[in-house]
């Protein structure tokens, strides 16, 4: 007699066997506590096929089991247990940039450009206010700028002016370089 087997825990179907015959009566056949003789259904694709215990019967759940993606920290997540809650994860993998998100509106994971233009002009500041500060002392040194003929000092007021238009235009949202200070 053929008969179905299941996982005890979960009631996932695992295959089909033959069921050993009594022997004490060959006609009676021994079931064991994770079988029945009731045929599992057909299944589609990512579905999978429960026996209910106290029902005596199958039924069809979709199967969970695979790798997603947390929508929060686009980690990787093996899901093997078929009961695991999917919130926050996706099948979709991310976009390969720092600056991916994913939309719950949309179900799509995207690119968030205001964000990463915020952050380069952002970083652009502080890389222009840096430069000042490194550069303050000997600019403002009285003895040293006295030391400069008129060509550089006129170099390092253009140079000066130059970053203050940086930090300028990254506030006003514009990113242009840094410019360079010429010998």
Same mark, same amino acid.
């Given at each position: 007699?053929k @008969? !179905?087997?299941?996982?005890?825990?979960?009631?996932?179907y695992?295959?089909?066997?033959n069921? &050993?015959?009594?022997?004490?009566?060959?006609q009676?056949?021994?079931l064991p506590?994770?079988?029945?003789?009731?045929?599992p259904?057909?299944?589609?694709?990512?579905q999978?096929? +429960?026996?209910?215990?106290?029902?005596?019967?199958? =039924? +069809?759940?979709?199967? *969970?089991?695979?790798? !997603?993606?947390?929508?929060?920290?686009?980690? +990787?997540?093996? =899901?093997t247990? @078929?009961t695991?809650?999917?919130?926050?994860?996706?099948d979709?993998?991310?976009?390969?940039?720092?600056?991916?998100c994913?939309?719950?509106?949309?179900q799509?994971?995207? *690119?968030d450009?205001?964000?990463?233009?915020q952050?380069?002009?952002?970083?652009?500041?502080?890389e222009?206010? &840096?430069v000042? @500060?490194?550069?303050?002392?000997?600019?403002?040194?009285?003895?040293?700028w006295?030391?400069?003929?008129?060509? &550089?000092r006129?170099?390092?007021?253009?140079f !000066? !002016?130059?970053l203050?238009?940086v930090?300028? &235009?990254a506030e006003?949202g514009?990113?242009i370089?840094?410019?360079?200070?010429?010998?």
């Amino acid at each position: 007699m053929k @008969i !179905y087997l299941f996982n005890f825990e979960t009631g996932e179907y695992i295959g089909e066997d033959n069921a &050993q015959s009594c022997q004490l009566n060959e006609q009676d056949f021994i079931l064991p506590c994770n079988a029945t003789t009731v045929k599992p259904p057909k299944l589609k694709a990512r579905q999978m096929a +429960v026996f209910e215990r106290e029902n005596q019967h199958w =039924v +069809v759940k979709r199967d *969970v089991r695979g790798l !997603y993606w947390d929508k929060t920290t686009k980690q +990787v997540v093996e =899901v093997t247990d @078929i009961t695991h809650n999917l919130y926050n994860l996706t099948d979709k993998p991310p976009i390969d940039d720092e600056w991916c998100c994913w939309s719950e509106e949309r179900q799509v994971w995207f *690119v968030d450009n205001e964000s990463k233009n915020q952050s380069a002009l952002d970083s652009r500041i502080a890389e222009a206010k &840096q430069v000042i @500060i490194e550069n303050e002392f000997r600019w403002t040194n009285q003895i040293r700028w006295n030391n400069y003929t008129p060509e &550089q000092r006129e170099k390092v007021s253009a140079f !000066y !002016y130059a970053l203050l238009e940086v930090i300028n &235009q990254a506030e006003n949202g514009n990113l242009i370089d840094l410019p360079k200070l010429a010998n």
